[in-house]
């Protein structure tokens, strides 16, 4: 088994990178593999909201010659995925804002592509707005169908300097006890599947509140 982990921070090696490696520890202790995918420093434009992605059905976003389509089918094949952001004025850094809306885009419509993986999140900060960021990642779990495994507290860890989140506590055993209860889900899942087979999908329905 294998997770994938998106590092959103525009800083290759810092403490969002450092994060994700606490995760990756606790799976590669469990025997689960573990990639991160730095998206941060790229350019990756927001969604145009064109529904190509819808017509063509080829799991791929139209807009070329960027990392969204190369990440989506190494996502696509992965058992979990770990989403990791900076705080940005109490939210998503805006690069990982827009690889999310459009991954999680092209793979809901191309059949829930992401659908039953167990997806987690979390989130390095300097001080303030770490739970509404760890909240706003979490909406893309939500969306997709995806399991998601818990800790024993929010899954925000705090820092300043590069890999000074290695210095909050409290932080690493939450992020060790992600990576363990991630790898546990995953397992439990691996296994119930010969037992309980995965129920269908329901077509998506579509409301709006115009009057």
């Known amino acids: 088994m294998k997770v994938i982990a998106i590092n ?20 590669l202790t469990e025997g689960i593999e573990f990639e991160i995918i730095h998206i941060g420093n790229k350019i990756i434009r927001g969604c145009l909201a064109c529904g190509g992605c819808a017509n063509n059905l080829n799991e791929r976003c139209v807009i070329p010659n960027d990392e969204v389509n190369d990440s989506i089918q190494k996502i696509k094949e992965a058992d979990g995925i770990l989403l990791g952001s900076p705080v940005h ?15 999680f885009y092209v793979t809901s419509v191309n059949g829930g592509l992401l659908r039953h993986k167990v997806g987690a999140t979390l989130v390095a900060v300097r001080r303030s707005g770490g739970v509404a960021t760890f909240d706003a990642l979490n909406h893309y779990i939500n969306y997709a169908e995806m ?13 300043t300097a590069p890999a000074e989140v290695k210095d909050d506590h409290e932080g690493q055993q939450i992020l060790r006890v992600l990576g363990k209860n991630m790898a546990w889900l995953m397992k439990t899942l691996a296994a119930g599947k010969a037992q309980v087979p995965p129920l269908p999908q329901e077509e998506k329905v579509f409301t709006n509140f115009i009057r």
């Open 89 to 103: 004025f109490s939210g998503i850094a805006g690069t990982m804002k827009s690889f999310l809306d459009r991954v």
């Open 8 to 27: 959103g921070s525009p800083n290759s090696k810092g403490n969002t990178y450092h994060s994700l490696e606490q995760v990756g520890e606790a799976l």
């Open 147 to 159: 399991i998601m495994p818990t800790s024993n507290y929010w899954n925000v860890i705090h820092g």
